[in-house]
T-cell receptor
Framework: QKEVEQNSGPLSVPEGAIASLNCTYS??????FFWYRQYSGKSPELIMS????GDKEDGRFTAQLNKASQYVSLLIRDSQPSDSATYLC?????????????FGTGTRLLVSP | DTAVSQTPKYLVTQMGNDKSIKCEQN?????MYWYKQDSKKFLKIMFS???????INETVPNRFSPKSPDKAHLNLHINSLELGDSAVYFC??????????????FGPGTRLTVT
């Protein structure tokens, strides 16, 4: 089992729709979870972090965390063509007292006008 | 601008050469990282330094040698470059464990091509 799993996509949604991106992780002890957006040829950009079970909203983005199910998701409301990118789920795992981020392989999102 | 910066942005070299990539952050962070993103876009940690001390070494070949002269700088030297080293290398930084904030911020990347 991979440490962090995501559907590679592409996930295609029309402009204005809600895009739902999902991620599962293997380490039950993980406490910190992140979503990064990466445009082609660019570096990963942090868009959301979540530490507690439930929902966290920031503008059009909502992160959802369910530690019991080892599941984290990202909802993008009113999707725009500029949201087209690869979304990387990252989970903080402890390594000898220090954190390391383990990334999923990313889900490619395509928002069509 | 506050940021994580890397040089060079592009690096094209031949097999067997030695090259270095430099990283600097002015975010006041204590912890810095090197990541490798391969052709399939998988992003994997290579090394982490906390205040100049190596804390994570993810079984990277010893041809790769990181060096941190101070907590704002982390360099990566690669000896005897191989074709498989071609990738994008990202530097990142974060606040240390005790801060309660584990967000990592990435530099723009260095695209290394070995021919």
């Amino acid at each position: 089992q991979k440490e962090v799993e995501q559907n590679s996509g592409p996930l295609s949604v029309p402009e204005g729709a809600i895009a739902s991106l999902n991620c599962t992780y293997s380490d039950r002890g993980s406490q910190s979870f992140f979503w990064y957006r990466q445009y082609s040829g660019k570096s990963p950009e942090l868009i959301m972090s979540i530490y507690s079970n439930g929902d966290k909203e920031d503008g059009r983005f909502t992160a959802q965390l369910n530690k019991a199910s080892q599941y984290v998701s990202l909802l993008i409301r009113d999707s725009q063509p500029s949201d087209s990118a690869t979304y990387l789920c990252a989970v903080n795992m402890w390594n000898t007292g220090f954190q390391k981020l383990v990334f999923g392989t990313g889900t490619r999102l395509l928002v069509s006008p | 601008d506050t940021a994580v910066s890397q040089t060079p942005k592009y690096l094209v070299t031949q097999m067997g050469n030695d090259k270095s990539i430099k990283c600097e952050q002015n975010l006041g962070h204590d912890t810095m990282y090197w990541y490798k993103q391969d052709s399939k876009k998988f992003l994997k940690i290579m090394f982490s330094y906390n205040n100049k001390e190596l804390i994570i070494n993810e079984t990277v070949p010893n041809r790769f040698s990181p060096k941190s002269p101070d907590k704002a700088h982390l360099n990566l030297h690669i000896n005897s470059l191989e074709l498989g080293d071609s990738a994008v290398y990202f530097c990142a930084s974060s606040l240390p464990r005790g801060s309660g904030n584990y967000e990592q911020y990435f530099g723009p990347g260095t695209r290394l091509t070995v021919t």
